[in-house]
Nanobody, 124 residues
């Protein structure tokens, strides 16, 4: 049975940094695509970062490009999100997602596996 363990997050002052991580275990095959999503109170869920394929293709939402970095370790079925220069607008619940399907991947993919979510709060 698949299990997704998400860690990291917490509270930080504006301009600070945090790292989120996600480990997917118990899956029957390799994972091609990972994504990070976030949802602020009263807002829709937003896809913010994707990594996929054998060449580690990456995509970032404009709201985080240049500040956040997604990476993965295929040997450990792990994905991380390094978040720098955090702003108040980054406050949200953050979720990781993973999917084994081959080929192109974006935030519209129906990911098979989801983390439980972790809160990130940016406040002075």
């Amino acid at each position: 049975q698949a299990h997704v363990a998400q860690s990291g997050g917490g509270s930080v002052q504006p301009g600070g940094s945090l790292t989120l991580s996600c480990v997917v275990s118990g899956v029957p095959s390799g994972l091609n695509c990972y994504g990070w999503f976030r949802q602020a109170p009263g807002q829709e869920r937003e896809g913010i970062a994707i990594i996929y394929g054998i060449w580690d293709s990456r995509w970032y939402a404009d709201s985080v490009a240049g500040r956040f970095a997604i990476s993965r370790d295929d040997a450990k079925n792990t994905v991380s999100l390094q978040m720098n220069s955090l702003q108040a607008d980054d406050t949200a619940m953050y979720y990781c997602a993973a999917d084994p399907g081959d080929g192109y991947c974006d935030t519209a993919r129906p990911f098979d596996y989801w983390g439980q979510g972790t809160q990130v709060t940016v406040s002075s």
